[in-house]
């Protein structure tokens, strides 16, 4: 069954430090998201991106963070210089077409130190 | 934030009886996802229901949808072990999903 794949698990960086998570969402699907969960707290939207745009990106997702596809495989979550507050699970989803079934990845849990 | 409340926060059942659980939404939207999540890891869809659709089933689920009220009511019958997750229910708008805090459920043996 295709699913989306994320890279790596875990990453730990130091605060400051730039980090690049890495997605491969599913192959035919032509919407992607960032979602993070912040350990015990509800999964919260980051952004979504069709057509090599942002479709719609919410408060936290501001001048520090940017996404990219820079192949026709592979969707790029950037963090120019993490926080201790940026610390988090971090999930790539794709969907077919916007507002269907959604299918998530793993998760990348990021920690800031 | 799009998303109300679900509840409740916790849920603890016997193997064999019926799970519910609940969840309030803030804005109009397009449908409603609910999702299941096992020990931090990742979201699995569970079923979605469209904003004109009253109830859906899907095997051992079935979920209702209240627009008037703007509520979702999901429940699981004859619950196994290996239903033990966090559920979150999440209205989809604006090209996004906005979830709810979930409610942990824990089924025994």
């Known amino acids: 069954e295709p699913e989306v794949t994320q890279t790596p698990s875990h990453q730990v960086t130091q605060m400051g430090q730039e980090v690049i998570l890495r997605c491969v969402p599913i192959?035919?699907?032509?919407?992607f998201y960032w979602y993070r969960q912040i350990l015990g707290q509800k999964v919260e939207f980051l952004v979504s991106f069709y057509n090599n745009e942002i479709s719609e990106k919410s408060e936290i997702f501001d001048d520090q963070f940017s996404v990219e596809r820079p192949d026709g495989s592979n969707f790029t979550l950037k963090i120019r210089s993490t926080k201790l507050e940026d610390s988090a699970m971090y999930f790539c989803?794709?969907?077919?077409?916007?507002?269907?079934?959604?299918?998530f990845g793993q998760g990348t849990r990021l920690t800031v130190v | 934030s799009q998303q109300g409340e679900e509840d409740p926060q916790a849920l603890s059942i016997q193997e064999g009886e019926n799970a519910t659980m609940n969840c309030s939404y803030k804005?109009?939207?397009?449908?409603l996802q609910w999702y299941r999540q096992n020990s931090g890891r990742g979201l699995v869809h569970l079923i979605l229901i469209r904003s004109n659709e009253r109830e859906k089933h899907s095997g051992r689920l079935r979920v209702t949808l209240d627009t008037s009220k703007k509520s979702s009511s999901l429940l699981i019958t004859a619950s196994r072990a290996a239903d033990t997750a966090s559920y979150f229910c999440?209205?989809?708008?604006?090209?996004?999903?906005?979830f709810g805090a979930g409610t942990t459920v824990t089924v025994r043996a």
């Open positions: 989803a794709s969907s077919l077409p916007t507002g269907s079934e959604a299918f």
């Open positions: 804005t109009s939207i397009n449908n």
């Open positions: 999440a209205s989809y708008n604006d090209y996004k999903l906005s």
């Open positions: 192959s035919n699907h032509l919407y």
